[in-house]
């Protein structure tokens, strides 16, 4: 399989719009100096984001726009029911049909979003049975942290029921472990004890990553956002979310950034009797997406194959039409 072009970055720091500007330079077939480039190439966009597949979070994930989505055939958007999980072992599969698809029909796949393990399971395979990783890690051990173990324990009972009866709730180490293989690999650790799978091979890919040189410069698009999310009625959208009725906090869905807060805001407003603390979800929603910004950044840094490209730099746009100058046969 020839490299496959995948635009990633932190949330925030710009990678809907720049895909866009990218799928319209390619569109016309010319370089950014007027000359004859590769000839007019279609792009159609491949999702790699564990929150947009879920229908009904428009706001919160900062969904592309319906003009948006119009401009440019997108994949793996709205794809999933927030009840239902997807893991990053679907997305292996799932992108790697795209990618061919997408191919077989004269067009150029391009990989988008900020799900750094579903990059790292599409760039490297996945393999039977996956070893320890650090950064997977890393995160349990913080949100632990913050919640503590039994709700380790918790979200294990969603996911692998099985394992969880196995194991006391302030049991880190096996909580920990059986967390993480359903994390990396999309299937419980029940499963893979009786089902070993096989490999999936490694896709190749040429990572284009939007990075801030200034972090403050993110910081600010961060708050920015969410009070553009809060303004656009996010917790009217997690509102509804929650009058459903099979939805819970431990769901993947409701553990996306701004979800959890919204909710535990609307869950602390009822009890209390008293309207959301609005400033407090404010304060915490950006704490926590900026807390995901660190982490994103954290994974793509240990990419040392990836292009970087300042995103808050005056020439973030011609640096990365000029890199699309060289597309080649991707």
Not at 327 to 330: D, I, K, L
């Given at each position: 399989?020839?490299?496959?072009?995948?635009?990633?970055?932190?949330?925030?720091?710009?990678?809907?719009?720049?895909?866009?500007?990218?799928?319209?330079?390619?569109?016309?077939?010319?370089?950014?100096?007027?000359h004859?480039?590769?000839?007019?190439?279609?792009?159609?966009?491949?999702?790699?984001?564990?929150?947009?597949?879920?229908?009904?979070?428009?706001?919160?994930?900062?969904?592309?726009?319906?003009?948006?989505?119009?401009?440019?055939?997108?994949?793996?958007?709205?794809?999933?029911?927030?009840?239902?999980?997807?893991?990053?072992?679907?997305?292996?599969?799932?992108?790697?049909?795209?990618?061919?698809?997408?191919?077989?029909?004269?067009?150029?796949?391009?990989?988008?979003?900020?799900?750094?393990?579903?990059?790292?399971?599409?760039?490297?395979?996945?393999?039977?049975?996956?070893?320890?990783?650090?950064?997977?890690?890393?995160?349990?051990?913080a949100?632990?942290?913050?919640?503590?173990?039994?709700?380790?324990?918790?979200?294990?009972?969603?996911?692998?029921?099985?394992?969880?009866?196995?194991?006391?709730?302030?049991?880190?180490?096996?909580?920990?472990?059986?967390?993480?293989?359903?994390?990396?690999?999309?299937?419980?650790?029940?499963?893979?004890?009786?089902?070993?799978?096989?490999?999936?091979p490694?896709?190749?890919?040429?990572?284009?990553?939007?990075?801030?040189?200034?972090?403050?410069?993110l910081?600010?698009?961060?708050?920015?956002?969410?009070?553009?999310?809060?303004?656009?009625?996010?917790?009217?959208?997690?509102?509804?979310?929650?009058?459903?009725?099979?939805?819970?906090?431990?769901?993947?869905?409701?553990?996306c950034?701004?979800?959890?807060?919204?909710?535990?805001?609307l869950?602390?407003?009822?009890?209390?009797?008293?309207?959301?603390?609005?400033?407090?979800?404010?304060?915490?929603?950006?704490?926590?997406?900026?807390?995901?910004?660190?982490?994103?950044?954290?994974?793509?840094?240990?990419?040392?194959?990836?292009?970087?490209?300042?995103?808050?730099?005056?020439?973030?746009?011609?640096?990365?039409?000029?890199?699309?100058?060289d597309?080649?046969?991707?």
């Open positions: 399989m020839n490299p496959v072009w995948a635009l990633v970055g932190p949330t925030a720091s710009g990678k809907t719009a720049a895909a866009l500007a990218l799928a319209d330079h390619l569109s016309t077939g010319r370089t950014r100096h007027g004859a480039g590769n000839g007019p190439q279609k792009v159609e966009v491949i999702s790699v984001d564990s929150a947009l597949v879920y229908r009904g979070m428009d706001i919160g994930t900062a969904k592309p726009s319906a003009s948006e989505l119009a401009q440019v055939r997108h994949h793996l958007i709205d794809i999933r029911d927030p009840s239902q999980t997807y893991s990053a072992a679907e997305f292996v599969q799932d992108a790697t049909v795209l990618i061919e698809d997408v191919r077989g029909r004269g067009a150029v796949p391009l990989l988008v979003g900020g799900t750094m393990l579903y990059l790292k399971a599409l760039q490297q395979g996945l393999a039977p049975m996956p070893p320890a990783d650090a950064q997977v890690r890393a995160d349990i051990e949100q632990a942290r913050l919640e503590g173990w039994p709700a380790i324990h918790a979200a294990l009972v969603q996911v692998d029921p099985d394992s969880a009866k196995r194991l006391a709730p302030n049991d880190s180490q096996r909580l920990q472990r059986a967390l993480e293989v359903y994390r990396i690999s999309g299937r419980t650790l029940t499963d893979w004890h009786a089902h070993p799978g096989t490999t999936t490694p896709v190749p890919l040429r990572l284009l990553s939007l990075e801030p040189q200034n972090r403050q410069w910081h600010d698009r961060i708050a920015q956002r969410f009070d553009a999310m809060l303004a656009q009625n996010f917790l009217q959208e997690v509102q509804a979310l929650r009058a459903r009725g099979d939805l819970n906090p431990d769901l993947p869905a409701m553990r950034v701004g979800y959890r807060q919204a909710w535990e805001a869950d602390l407003s009822e009890r209390s009797g008293q309207p959301v603390d609005r400033k407090d979800l404010r304060d915490k929603g950006i704490f926590a997406t900026r807390q995901l910004a660190k982490r994103q950044i954290t994974w793509l840094r240990s990419m040392p194959e990836r292009q970087v490209i300042a995103c808050d730099g005056p020439n973030a746009l011609p640096q990365l039409l000029a890199l699309a100058d597309w080649g046969s991707a």
